[in-house]
C-alpha cells in the first residue's frame, strides 16, 4: 500500500548501514520534484524556500499525530483543527468521466494541493487502517516509517532486501564472531 504521508515522513532519510549520514530529501530538487508529482503540485516550478520549510513543518505535525495515534493516543483538537484548516485550504471539485462515473480533483494547485492531498492521506489512514500496521523499521539506523501489510503483523523492517539483510547479518556475526571486512 503506498501512503502519501509516509513517503514525506521518509523524506528525512538516514544510512541505513549506520555510518550517521543523514539528509533532508525535501531540498533535494529531485526527490521533491517526483513527490510533488505524486501529490497533485501542478505548477511548473520547485517550490521556493518557505513553501519547503512549510512541507517540513507539515512532516512534523503529522510524524507527531501518527506516532500517537500508533501509541493509542488519539488525535487532539489541536493538531485535528491545522490538519483541517489545510484541508479547507484545499478544496475538491467533482468531474463527469467520459467512461462515467464521477472523479474528485483538487481545485487548488500548488502547496495547499500538496499540503492538502498528505492531510486527507492522513485522515484516510485514521480511518480505514489499524495503528498496529504504522510501524518504524527495526533496524535502529534506519527509522523510515512502513505500512505492514503482511497477515499476522510480523514484518519488521522498511525493506527485508536492504535494513532487513543488513541486521540479520550483523547479528549473525556477532552471535559467531565474526568481524566485518573493513
Known amino acids: 500500500m503506498k501512503i502519501l504521508l509516509l513517503d514525506l515522513l521518509n523524506s528525512q532519510w538516514h544510512d ?7 539528509e533532508d530529501r525535501i531540498d533535494q530538487d529531485r ?9 497533485g503540485w501542478g505548477l511548473n516550478r520547485l517550490p521556493d524556500p518557505a513553501e519547503r520549510g512549510a512541507l517540513k ?21 489541536g493538531p485535528m483543527d491545522e490538519f483541517n484548516k489545510i484541508l479547507v485550504q484545499a478544496p475538491l471539485v467533482r468531474q463527469i468521466e467520459p467512461a462515467g462515473g464521477v472523479t474528485l480533483r483538487p481545485a487548488a494547485c500548488g502547496l495547499p494541493a500538496v499540503m492538502g492531498e498528505v492531510a486527507a492521506s492522513l485522515a484516510t489512514l485514521f480511518a480505514a487502517a489499524e495503528p498496529c500496521r504504522v510501524k518504524v523499521c527495526a533496524n535502529p539506523d534506519c527509522g523510515w516509517f512502513f505500512y505492514d501489510e503482511s497477515r499476522n503483523l510480523s514484518r519488521r523492517w522498511c ?6 539483510n543488513l541486521v540479520k547479518v ?7 564472531g565474526i568481524r566485518a571486512k573493513t
Open 31 to 39: 526527490w521533491l520534484g517526483d513527490f510533488l508529482q505524486r501529490a
Open 159 to 164: 525493506s527485508s532486501r536492504h535494513c532487513g
Open 170 to 176: 550483523r547479528n549473525f556475526r556477532k552471535r559467531n
Open 16 to 22: 541505513y548501514r549506520g555510518s550517521g549520514a543523514q
Open 57 to 77: 513543518t507539515l512532516r512534523a505535525q503529522v510524524r507527531g499525530a501518527v506516532e500517537g495515534w500508533c501509541q493509542g493516543r488519539p488525535l487532539l483538537p
